[in-house]
T-cell receptor, first 111, second 113 residues
Framework: SQQGEEDPQALSIQEGENATMNCSYK?????LQWYRQNSGRGLVHLILIRSNEREKHSGRLRVTLDTSKKSSSLLITASRAADTASYFC???????????FGKGNQVVVIP | EAGVVQSPRYKIIEKKQPVAFWCNPI?????LYWYLQNLGQGPELLIR????????DSQLPKDRFSAERLKGVDSTLKIQPAELGDSAVYLC???????????FGPGTRLTVL
């Protein structure tokens, strides 16, 4: 069964705007990961945040984690057309790399 | 560095036929995963290997699905017989013990008619 659930499911923005998407999960986790999937490059790992971390940055990406609310958010700043993709959160409850993916969040960046 | 290789990329078969997918992970990656991804959904784990041992196959429908990783390198996933509901993308991924990041192949899109 799917562990994470992203919200909103679909997002359309203009190039240069920021895009924010959220993910909620049900059980305790060791870490939470975000992946991107587009037709050109398949499924690619973006960033991992551990359960004892609250915020993490990687380039134009910012991820937050609130374990008390069992939720995470992914912010993409200054979006580009190349950011058009589906974004998935994946939780790793046991820390053994058995990932449970959410349903995905489709982002369309309009040039 | 070469990524995860999968073949074929596309496969169309009639129901009740057998089908096999092949995966070659990134060199040095001990852990190999097979996922199923339905349209509009996230990947779902079918089986996970540590070297040649299947350490997590609880989600693999064993009545029709089988997998092997005989030498702890490349792997084959088989479906026999295929059903209409098996139409999906089958993804292979690999990871090394040092990192939690999983590297995915391009997937095989299976269509069962």
């Amino acid at each position: 069964s799917q562990q994470g659930e992203e919200d909103p499911q679909a997002l359309s923005i203009q190039e240069g705007e920021n895009a924010t998407m959220n993910c909620s999960y049900k059980t305790s986790i060791n870490n939470l990961q975000w992946y991107r999937q587009n037709s050109g490059r398949g499924l690619v790992h973006l960033i991992l945040i551990r359960s004892n971390e609250r915020e993490k940055h990687s380039g134009r990406l910012r991820v937050t984690l609130d374990t008390s609310k069992k939720s995470s958010s992914l912010l993409i700043t200054a979006s580009r057309a190349a950011d058009t993709a589906s974004y998935f959160c994946a939780t790793d409850p046991g820390g053994n790399n058995r990932l449970a993916f959410g349903k995905g969040n489709q982002v369309v960046v309009i040039p | 560095e070469a990524g995860v290789v999968q073949s074929p990329r596309y496969k169309i078969i009639e129901k009740k036929q057998p089908v096999a997918f092949w995966c070659n992970p990134i060199s040095g990656h001990n852990t190999l995963y097979w996922y199923l991804q339905n349209l509009g959904q996230g990947p779902e784990l079918l089986i996970r290997y540590e070297n040649e041992e299947a350490v997590d196959d609880s989600q693999l429908p064993k009545d029709r699905f089988s997998a092997e990783r005989l030498k702890g390198v490349d792997s084959t996933l088989k479906i026999q017989p295929a059903e209409l509901g098996d139409s999906a993308v089958y993804l292979c991924a690999s990871s090394s013990p040092s990192y939690n990041e999983q590297f995915f192949g391009p997937g095989t899109r299976l269509t069962v008619l």
